[in-house]
């Protein structure tokens, strides 16, 4: 499974981006994608992943964390295999790496880094003040 992620870059503070991710080398009938991002330097301090938002192929069940609700939507386009974040209102604290991620499961909607089995290369995006 190769997961390659885009849409990332710098932007002020109320501003909007649009993530995607291209989905390749698999054939799962039931899955999960979706997004979890690192914060700069929390790895080090030992800060894991957050999961950000995650949705499921076999149920359309769909995770938010409380930090992004109202702000954030998930979907995606199952012809092309590609999964989006729509990030509405951002601020400074979202700034992070944002990595795709998927797993095969057959069941609701799980968002959590350990959950995870493919991981893209991840793309930074920056909010500035």
């Known amino acids: 499974v190769q997961l390659v992620e885009s849409g990332g870059g710098d932007v002020q503070a109320g501003g909007s981006l649009r993530l995607s991710c291209a989905a390749s080398g698999f054939i799962l009938d039931n899955y999960v994608i979706g997004w979890i991002r690192q914060a700069p330097g929390k790895e080090r301090e030992g800060i894991s992943r957050e999961g950000v938002a995650c949705i499921s192929s076999s149920d359309g069940s769909i995770y938010y964390a409380d930090s992004v609700k109202g702000r954030f939507t998930i979907s995606r386009d199952n012809a092309k295999n590609t999964a989006y974040l729509q990030m509405n209102s951002l601020k400074r604290e979202d700034t992070a790496t944002y990595y795709c991620?998927?797993?095969?499961?057959?069941?609701?909607?799980?968002?959590?880094?350990?959950?995870?089995?493919?991981w893209g290369k991840g793309t930074l995006v920056t909010v500035s003040s």
């Open positions: 991620a998927m797993v095969e499961l057959d069941g609701p909607v799980v968002c959590n880094h350990y959950d995870m089995d493919y």
